[in-house]
Protein backbone atom coordinates (compact mmCIF):
# COMPACT_ATOMS: atom_id res chain seq x y z
CA UNK A 1 0.00 0.00 0.00
CA UNK A 2 1.65 3.09 -1.23
CA UNK A 3 0.88 6.48 1.08
CA UNK A 4 1.35 9.40 0.06
CA UNK A 5 2.63 12.79 2.27
CA UNK A 6 1.92 16.67 0.65
CA UNK A 7 4.05 19.17 2.27
CA UNK A 8 4.26 22.67 1.16
CA UNK A 9 7.02 24.49 1.37
CA UNK A 10 7.41 28.57 1.87
CA UNK A 11 10.83 30.01 3.31
CA UNK A 12 10.98 26.97 5.64
CA UNK A 13 15.09 26.19 5.75
CA UNK A 14 15.07 26.33 9.58
CA UNK A 15 12.81 23.29 9.75
CA UNK A 16 12.55 21.28 6.27
CA UNK A 17 15.41 19.04 7.82
CA UNK A 18 13.64 17.72 10.71
CA UNK A 19 9.71 17.73 8.53
CA UNK A 20 11.53 15.66 5.70
CA UNK A 21 13.92 13.24 7.63
CA UNK A 22 10.81 12.68 9.91
CA UNK A 23 8.78 11.03 6.40
CA UNK A 24 11.89 9.43 5.11
CA UNK A 25 12.87 7.34 8.51
CA UNK A 26 9.54 6.31 9.05
CA UNK A 27 9.53 2.42 9.80
CA UNK A 28 7.12 1.97 7.14
CA UNK A 29 8.90 2.69 3.67
CA UNK A 30 6.32 2.40 0.68
CA UNK A 31 6.04 5.90 0.89
CA UNK A 32 6.07 8.78 -1.79
CA UNK A 33 6.86 12.27 -0.27
CA UNK A 34 5.64 15.59 -2.06
CA UNK A 35 7.64 18.75 -1.85
CA UNK A 36 5.76 21.36 -2.96
CA UNK A 37 8.08 24.58 -3.23
CA UNK A 38 5.57 27.17 -2.83
CA UNK A 39 8.15 30.20 -4.60
CA UNK A 40 10.30 30.14 -1.83
CA UNK A 41 12.75 32.92 -1.33
CA UNK A 42 15.24 31.17 0.52
CA UNK A 43 17.38 28.34 0.25
CA UNK A 44 14.27 25.79 0.77
CA UNK A 45 13.63 24.67 -3.23
CA UNK A 46 17.39 24.24 -3.28
CA UNK A 47 17.05 21.39 -0.34
CA UNK A 48 13.76 20.16 -1.47
CA UNK A 49 16.05 19.03 -4.70
CA UNK A 50 18.70 18.07 -2.44
CA UNK A 51 16.50 15.19 -0.85
CA UNK A 52 14.82 14.32 -3.93
CA UNK A 53 18.38 13.72 -5.99
CA UNK A 54 19.19 11.36 -1.99
CA UNK A 55 15.60 9.65 -2.24
CA UNK A 56 13.74 8.01 -5.31
CA UNK A 57 10.48 8.34 -3.06
CA UNK A 58 10.79 11.96 -2.98
CA UNK A 59 8.92 14.14 -5.94
CA UNK A 60 9.39 17.63 -5.91
CA UNK A 61 7.21 20.62 -7.32
CA UNK A 62 8.26 24.06 -7.95
CA UNK A 63 5.88 27.00 -8.42
CA UNK A 64 5.53 30.67 -7.99
CA UNK A 65 4.09 31.66 -4.77
CA UNK A 66 0.65 31.58 -4.18
CA UNK A 67 -0.32 30.08 -0.95
CA UNK A 68 -0.32 26.76 1.04
CA UNK A 69 -4.13 25.87 -0.29
CA UNK A 70 -2.14 26.48 -4.18
CA UNK A 71 0.32 23.96 -2.77
CA UNK A 72 -1.84 21.95 -1.03
CA UNK A 73 -4.52 21.27 -4.17
CA UNK A 74 -1.04 20.51 -6.39
CA UNK A 75 -0.05 18.04 -4.15
CA UNK A 76 -3.28 16.24 -4.33
CA UNK A 77 -3.20 16.57 -8.10
CA UNK A 78 0.09 14.29 -8.48
CA UNK A 79 -0.89 12.07 -5.14
CA UNK A 80 -0.23 8.49 -6.32
CA UNK A 81 -0.99 6.65 -2.85
CA UNK A 82 -3.77 4.94 -1.70
CA UNK A 83 -3.98 7.29 1.24
CA UNK A 84 -3.29 11.16 1.21
CA UNK A 85 -1.75 12.81 4.04
CA UNK A 86 -0.71 16.43 4.69
CA UNK A 87 2.59 17.76 6.77
CA UNK A 88 3.28 21.56 7.29
CA UNK A 89 7.12 22.04 6.57
CA UNK A 90 7.79 23.40 10.03
CA UNK A 91 6.00 20.16 11.87
CA UNK A 92 7.20 16.88 11.93
CA UNK A 93 5.92 13.25 12.55
CA UNK A 94 6.47 10.07 14.81
CA UNK A 95 8.87 7.46 13.08
CA UNK A 96 5.82 4.37 13.29
CA UNK A 97 2.80 6.49 12.01
CA UNK A 98 2.42 5.00 8.98
CA UNK A 99 3.17 2.21 9.90
CA UNK A 100 0.04 2.13 12.77
CA UNK A 101 -2.17 3.73 9.58
CA UNK A 102 -1.45 0.74 7.11
CA UNK A 103 -2.11 -1.47 9.85
CA UNK A 104 -5.89 0.24 10.63
CA UNK A 105 -6.58 0.57 6.70
CA UNK A 106 -5.86 -3.33 6.09
CA UNK A 107 -8.39 -4.22 8.45
CA UNK A 108 -10.79 -1.42 8.19
CA UNK A 109 -10.35 0.11 4.85
CA UNK A 110 -11.97 2.85 5.26
CA UNK A 111 -12.40 6.69 3.87
CA UNK A 112 -10.71 8.74 6.51
CA UNK A 113 -8.88 7.69 9.47
CA UNK A 114 -7.35 10.30 12.41
CA UNK A 115 -5.36 9.99 15.21
CA UNK A 116 -3.73 13.30 17.86
CA UNK A 117 -1.24 15.87 17.72
CA UNK A 118 1.23 17.28 20.20
CA UNK A 119 2.00 20.47 20.64
CA UNK A 120 5.74 21.72 20.82
CA UNK A 121 6.28 24.75 22.87
CA UNK A 122 9.93 24.37 23.01
CA UNK A 123 10.93 22.90 26.38
CA UNK A 124 6.98 21.75 26.77
CA UNK A 125 5.11 19.66 25.19
CA UNK A 126 1.22 19.21 25.59
CA UNK A 127 -1.21 16.41 23.63
CA UNK A 128 -4.34 17.69 22.53
CA UNK A 129 -7.22 16.02 23.87
CA UNK A 130 -9.74 14.99 22.49
CA UNK A 131 -13.15 14.73 24.68
CA UNK A 132 -16.32 13.87 21.81
CA UNK A 133 -14.77 11.81 19.46
CA UNK A 134 -15.81 7.72 19.32
CA UNK A 135 -12.50 6.21 19.40
CA UNK A 136 -12.58 3.18 16.51
CA UNK A 137 -14.61 2.94 13.22
CA UNK A 138 -17.58 4.84 12.44
CA UNK A 139 -20.33 4.28 9.96
CA UNK A 140 -23.84 5.08 9.16
CA UNK A 141 -25.16 7.50 11.64
CA UNK A 142 -21.63 7.63 13.82
CA UNK A 143 -20.14 9.00 10.49
CA UNK A 144 -22.53 11.19 9.95
CA UNK A 145 -22.06 12.41 13.63
CA UNK A 146 -18.41 12.59 13.37
CA UNK A 147 -18.90 15.16 10.07
CA UNK A 148 -21.74 16.90 12.37
CA UNK A 149 -19.15 17.67 14.62
CA UNK A 150 -16.67 18.73 12.15
CA UNK A 151 -19.36 21.91 11.51
CA UNK A 152 -20.11 22.31 15.47
CA UNK A 153 -20.41 20.91 18.55
CA UNK A 154 -23.91 20.88 20.37
CA UNK A 155 -25.28 20.03 23.77
CA UNK A 156 -22.80 18.19 26.39
CA UNK A 157 -19.71 18.44 23.75
CA UNK A 158 -19.90 22.00 24.50
CA UNK A 159 -18.19 21.16 28.10
CA UNK A 160 -14.56 21.87 26.90
CA UNK A 161 -15.30 24.41 23.76
CA UNK A 162 -11.48 24.44 23.54
CA UNK A 163 -11.51 21.27 21.44
CA UNK A 164 -14.08 22.79 19.29
CA UNK A 165 -11.65 22.51 16.27
CA UNK A 166 -10.47 19.27 17.04
CA UNK A 167 -11.71 17.76 13.74
CA UNK A 168 -11.08 20.81 11.63
CA UNK A 169 -7.51 20.04 11.18
CA UNK A 170 -6.26 18.38 8.26
CA UNK A 171 -2.43 17.37 9.31
CA UNK A 172 -4.15 14.27 11.24
CA UNK A 173 -6.01 12.45 8.66
CA UNK A 174 -5.17 10.10 6.48
CA UNK A 175 -7.29 10.34 3.55
CA UNK A 176 -8.63 8.01 0.85
CA UNK A 177 -7.06 9.58 -2.76
CA UNK A 178 -10.36 8.18 -4.52
CA UNK A 179 -12.76 9.92 -1.64
CA UNK A 180 -10.68 13.18 -2.38
CA UNK A 181 -11.15 12.67 -6.22
CA UNK A 182 -14.97 11.65 -5.60
CA UNK A 183 -15.38 14.83 -3.68
CA UNK A 184 -13.40 17.15 -5.93
CA UNK A 185 -12.17 18.46 -2.76
CA UNK A 186 -9.65 21.80 -2.83
CA UNK A 187 -8.20 24.57 -0.28
CA UNK A 188 -9.32 27.83 -0.21
CA UNK A 189 -7.19 30.32 0.31
CA UNK A 190 -6.96 31.53 4.22
CA UNK A 191 -6.84 35.30 3.07
CA UNK A 192 -10.21 34.70 1.52
CA UNK A 193 -12.01 33.32 4.51
CA UNK A 194 -9.89 34.34 6.99
CA UNK A 195 -9.87 30.74 9.17
CA UNK A 196 -10.71 27.48 9.18
CA UNK A 197 -9.25 26.43 5.71
CA UNK A 198 -8.96 23.00 6.80
CA UNK A 199 -12.29 22.71 8.40
CA UNK A 200 -14.14 23.67 5.04
CA UNK A 201 -12.22 21.01 3.15
CA UNK A 202 -12.92 18.62 5.79
CA UNK A 203 -16.16 19.37 5.53
CA UNK A 204 -16.51 19.09 1.49
CA UNK A 205 -14.96 15.89 2.25
CA UNK A 206 -16.96 14.22 4.96
CA UNK A 207 -19.93 14.84 2.42
CA UNK A 208 -19.24 12.23 0.53
CA UNK A 209 -17.25 9.73 3.48
CA UNK A 210 -19.01 6.28 4.10
CA UNK A 211 -16.74 5.79 6.99
CA UNK A 212 -13.98 7.06 9.40
CA UNK A 213 -11.80 5.31 12.07
CA UNK A 214 -10.20 7.67 14.71
CA UNK A 215 -7.34 6.16 16.78
CA UNK A 216 -6.01 7.72 20.43
CA UNK A 217 -2.35 8.25 19.04
CA UNK A 218 -0.72 11.50 18.92
CA UNK A 219 1.26 11.01 16.55
CA UNK A 220 1.71 14.54 14.72
CA UNK A 221 4.05 17.39 16.09
CA UNK A 222 2.78 20.51 16.06
CA UNK A 223 5.30 23.82 16.42
CA UNK A 224 4.03 26.36 18.15
CA UNK A 225 7.15 28.23 18.55
CA UNK A 226 7.29 29.66 15.03
CA UNK A 227 6.04 33.36 15.24
CA UNK A 228 6.30 33.26 11.15
CA UNK A 229 3.25 31.28 10.91
CA UNK A 230 0.61 32.15 9.50
CA UNK A 231 -1.40 32.47 13.09
CA UNK A 232 0.60 34.39 15.32
CA UNK A 233 -0.12 37.53 14.37
CA UNK A 234 -2.80 39.98 13.70
CA UNK A 235 -4.99 39.64 11.12
CA UNK A 236 -6.21 42.44 9.27
CA UNK A 237 -10.20 42.45 8.11
CA UNK A 238 -10.56 39.38 9.59
CA UNK A 239 -14.28 40.03 10.24
CA UNK A 240 -15.23 40.63 6.88
CA UNK A 241 -13.38 37.45 5.79
CA UNK A 242 -15.30 35.10 8.16
CA UNK A 243 -18.63 36.58 6.57
CA UNK A 244 -17.78 35.01 3.43
CA UNK A 245 -16.87 31.84 5.57
CA UNK A 246 -19.88 31.64 6.91
CA UNK A 247 -21.44 32.01 3.78
CA UNK A 248 -19.83 28.95 2.24
CA UNK A 249 -20.55 27.21 5.44
CA UNK A 250 -24.56 28.25 5.01
CA UNK A 251 -24.37 26.55 1.96
CA UNK A 252 -23.07 23.51 2.90
CA UNK A 253 -25.57 23.45 5.49
CA UNK A 254 -28.62 24.32 3.44
CA UNK A 255 -27.69 20.81 1.27
CA UNK A 256 -28.48 18.76 4.45
CA UNK A 257 -31.19 20.19 5.46
CA UNK A 258 -30.81 18.66 8.79
CA UNK A 259 -31.50 20.69 11.80
CA UNK A 260 -28.60 19.10 13.66
CA UNK A 261 -26.32 20.67 11.05
CA UNK A 262 -28.27 23.88 11.41
CA UNK A 263 -27.55 24.46 15.32
CA UNK A 264 -24.10 23.07 14.37
CA UNK A 265 -23.51 26.20 12.05
CA UNK A 266 -24.98 28.34 14.21
CA UNK A 267 -22.53 27.10 17.58
CA UNK A 268 -19.58 27.46 15.09
CA UNK A 269 -20.80 31.22 14.74
CA UNK A 270 -20.78 31.73 18.46
CA UNK A 271 -17.19 29.99 18.65
CA UNK A 272 -16.13 31.93 15.95
CA UNK A 273 -16.37 35.02 18.27
CA UNK A 274 -13.80 34.08 20.94
CA UNK A 275 -10.76 33.44 17.65
CA UNK A 276 -12.18 37.14 16.24
CA UNK A 277 -11.78 38.73 19.89
CA UNK A 278 -8.79 36.77 20.70
CA UNK A 279 -7.27 38.30 16.97
CA UNK A 280 -8.78 41.97 18.21
CA UNK A 281 -6.37 42.03 21.77
CA UNK A 282 -3.64 41.32 19.37
CA UNK A 283 -3.45 44.21 17.29
CA UNK A 284 -1.20 47.19 18.01
CA UNK A 285 -3.52 49.81 17.70
CA UNK A 286 -4.18 50.35 21.59
CA UNK A 287 -7.35 49.39 23.96
CA UNK A 288 -9.88 51.68 22.76
CA UNK A 289 -9.15 50.66 19.04
CA UNK A 290 -9.01 46.83 20.23
CA UNK A 291 -12.39 47.30 22.50
CA UNK A 292 -14.20 49.12 19.42
CA UNK A 293 -13.00 45.69 17.23
CA UNK A 294 -14.91 43.46 19.73
CA UNK A 295 -17.85 45.68 19.82
CA UNK A 296 -18.10 45.25 16.21
CA UNK A 297 -17.29 41.98 16.14
CA UNK A 298 -20.07 41.06 18.98
CA UNK A 299 -22.83 43.24 16.82
CA UNK A 300 -22.32 41.64 13.53
CA UNK A 301 -25.43 40.26 11.86
CA UNK A 302 -23.93 36.55 11.71
CA UNK A 303 -23.20 36.41 15.42
CA UNK A 304 -26.70 38.42 16.41
CA UNK A 305 -28.29 35.87 14.40
CA UNK A 306 -26.39 32.36 16.20
CA UNK A 307 -26.47 33.96 19.60
CA UNK A 308 -30.30 34.22 19.46
CA UNK A 309 -30.41 30.56 19.39
CA UNK A 310 -27.81 29.13 21.37
CA UNK A 311 -28.00 27.58 24.36
CA UNK A 312 -25.55 27.82 27.90
CA UNK A 313 -26.51 25.13 29.74
CA UNK A 314 -24.28 22.43 29.41
CA UNK A 315 -21.01 24.65 29.56
CA UNK A 316 -18.72 24.45 32.51
CA UNK A 317 -19.00 27.35 34.35
CA UNK A 318 -15.83 29.64 33.54
CA UNK A 319 -17.14 29.19 29.96
CA UNK A 320 -20.89 29.82 30.54
CA UNK A 321 -20.08 33.16 31.73
CA UNK A 322 -17.93 34.01 28.75
CA UNK A 323 -20.47 32.91 26.20
CA UNK A 324 -23.29 34.48 28.55
CA UNK A 325 -21.11 38.24 27.87
CA UNK A 326 -21.69 36.92 23.85
CA UNK A 327 -24.41 36.07 23.66
CA UNK A 328 -25.75 39.44 25.41
CA UNK A 329 -23.03 41.68 23.76
CA UNK A 330 -21.67 43.19 26.56
CA UNK A 331 -18.59 43.81 25.31
CA UNK A 332 -16.03 45.30 28.58
CA UNK A 333 -16.43 41.80 30.45
CA UNK A 334 -15.61 39.66 26.74
CA UNK A 335 -12.60 42.01 26.13
CA UNK A 336 -11.34 41.70 29.53
CA UNK A 337 -11.81 37.93 29.38
CA UNK A 338 -10.26 37.77 26.11
CA UNK A 339 -7.15 39.17 27.40
CA UNK A 340 -6.77 37.02 30.26
CA UNK A 341 -7.65 34.05 27.65
CA UNK A 342 -5.10 35.31 25.26
CA UNK A 343 -2.52 35.65 28.22
CA UNK A 344 -2.29 31.87 29.24
CA UNK A 345 -1.75 31.16 25.96
CA UNK A 346 0.89 33.00 25.43
CA UNK A 347 2.19 30.78 28.54
CA UNK A 348 1.42 27.74 26.91
Same mark, same amino acid.
Given at each position: ?55 ? &? ?8 ? +? ?11 ? &? +? ?35 ? =? ?21 ? =??? /? ?23 ? *??? *? ?5 ? %? ?23 ? /? ?6 ? @??? @? ?6 ? /? ?19 ? %? ?25 ? @? ?21 ? =? ?22 ? #?????? @?? =? ?10 ? *? #? ?9
Amino acid at each position: MLISYIVPVYNAQLYLQQCVSSVLKQSYSNIELILVNDGSSDDSGALCDQYAARDS &RVRVFHKENG +GVHTARNLGIKNA &R +GEYVLFLDADDWIDEETTQHIVQIAEQHPCDILRFNY =IREFGHTSSVKRNTFVKEGLSEG =IDC /RTVYRQTMGLMGKEWKNPENFNFLA *TTC *TSAYKRT %LLAESNAAFESREAIGSFEDGLFNL /RVMAKMKS @FYY @FDKPFYHY /RKTNEGSCTAGYRQNFLQKQD %LLFERLSALVQQESDPYFTEAFYNRIV @FSCMELSLNAVKSDFGLWAQYRE =IRQILCNDWQRKACAQINLSDFSL #KWKIYF @FF =IKYRWTLPVYGM *T #KAIRFLQKRG
